[in-house]
């Protein structure tokens, strides 16, 4: 059975730092695409970071050069390193294991996490 679980959450001033982390159980995940998610009040999920297969990262414009998605295979972990955050970096963030997409569509497939997109880890970043 798939399990994932996001830690790192918390609030924090504009301009500081958070690193994510999400331990995967259940499944050989370096062979899957990996993302980070992440929702804010009253809006849609939107993808945040992706990882595939080949260790390849993918970022969400709102995101380049500020945020860096890593995996610790020996852990079985996902890594979020979040730098300079803004407010608008402000929500609920979700990591997802996809088994079923392609390397090249790990970034705008559709996905279908593993185990669902479970409880998420908040972040709030305030001006």
């Known amino acids: 059975q798939v399990h994932l679980v996001g830690l790192g959450g918390d609030s924090v001033q504009a301009g500081g730092s958070l690193r994510l982390s999400c331990v995967v159980s259940g499944v050989t995940y370096s062979r899957y695409c990996m993302g980070w998610f992440r929702q804010a009040l009253g809006r849609e999920r939107e993808v945040v970071a992706t990882?595939?297969?080949?260790?390849?990262?993918t970022y969400a414009d709102s995101v380049k050069g500020r945020f860096t998605i890593s995996k610790d295979n020996d852990k079985n972990t996902l890594i979020l390193q979040m730098n300079n955050l803004k407010p608008e970096d402000t929500g609920m963030y979700y990591c997802?294991?996809?088994?079923?997409?392609?390397?090249?569509?790990?970034?705008?497939?559709?996905?279908?996490?593993?185990?669902?997109w479970g409880q998420g880890t908040q972040v709030t970043v305030s001006s």
């Open positions: 997802a294991a996809d088994d079923a997409l392609e390397v090249y569509d790990c970034y705008a497939g559709s996905w279908s996490p593993l185990g669902g």
């Open positions: 990882i595939d297969s080949d260790d390849y990262g």
